[in-house]
């Protein structure tokens, strides 16, 4: 078998699935439901400055604790007089790029320690289940509450924190999937060809592991979400006067029984974010199972 004919049988599994996926995916109502979610808070992110109505940091004392729907704040203002809507609008920033560039993260470094642990084993095995063992001997987000508390309290701090913690699931599931493909018929040929490491690495295997690292992706992008509003609830995120979803619940809090808009809409707009998210993720992972036959 030439490298060509190995190179495309290597290919075909992938290819071949793509069109089940998208036929399987469109067929799936929550996935559509959270891919149309999704889709809205990137174009709410991308958009920010042409949709928002106000500017989300000025304040306005004049016009402070202002309920929804009255004197042009659709959902009101907060005890600066800032309106919500245009922060929360501007927040989704923050959250998006959190989630991304966290998830993006972790995919690099899981999947390549993942590739190298499960293809060359040994010594290199050792050391990288070893590493994965005790982060996952740490709780996520204690983990990560710990690092910001040495490092301070900033949004940088956020995105190194978080992926730090975020690439051993990645990563043990790649290894698990490498060691299955790597025994596979068309990555022996490859071998036998004389397809370096290299090649058989980044264009056998890895094309083979891309359904359950989009999927363990697209979850982990909702989880990065949350726990960034979740440090910045604790005040370990972005610094005011940012919008951040998480900071606008920790300062509503003192108004919740008053002004009870300024927690109830920050917490709308994380909870969407996280079910979009989660129902586009569960809707991967079932189009690309082949047990599930809806």
């Known amino acids: 078998m030439t490298r060509s004919a190995v190179s495309a049988q290597a290919w075909v599994l992938p290819l071949a ?51 929804p729907g009255r004197n042009g704040y659709l959902l009101g203002t907060d005890n600066l007089g800032r309106d919500l809507l245009s922060r929360i609008i501007f927040g989704s920033r923050i959250s998006l790029s959190v989630g991304l560039v966290v998830q993006g993260a972790a995919v690099v470094i899981g999947t390549s320690f993942g590739l190298l642990a499960g293809y060359y084993g040994g010594v290199i095995d050792d050391l990288v289940s070893g590493l994965t063992n005790i982060m996952f001997a740490f709780p996520r987000f204690l983990f990560a509450l710990a690092i910001m508390a040495v490092l301070g309290a900033s949004l940088f701090n956020v995105f190194l924190a978080l992926g730090v913690v975020s690439w051993p699931t990645l990563c043990r599931l790649v290894r698990a999937e490498t060691l299955a493909i790597k025994a596979k018929d068309f990555v022996e040929a490859a071998r036998a060809g004389g397809a370096s490491d290299r090649r058989i690495l980044w264009r056998h295997i890895l094309p083979n592991c891309l359904g359950p690292i989009v999927v363990v992706a697209t979850l982990g992008v909702a989880g990065a979400i949350l726990s960034e509003a979740s440090l910045s609830f604790l005040g370990l995120g972005a610094q005011p006067p940012a919008p951040s979803w998480g900071s606008m619940l920790s300062r509503g809090r003192a108004y919740i029984w008053s002004a009870s808009w300024l927690t109830i809409f920050p917490g709308l707009a994380i909870f969407l974010a996280v079910l979009g998210l989660n129902l586009l993720g569960d809707g991967i992972r079932d189009a690309l199972d082949p047990r599930i036959t809806r």
């Not at 959270?34 to 304040?59: E, F, K, Q, Y």
């Open 17 to 67: 699935r793509g069109s089940i996926f998208w036929t399987r995916l469109r067929r799936n109502r929550g996935a559509l439901a959270g891919g149309a979610i999704v889709l809205a808070l990137i174009a709410t992110a991308l958009l920010a400055p042409w949709i928002a109505p106000h500017d989300p940091v000025g304040n306005n004392l004049a016009h402070a604790l202002v309920p």
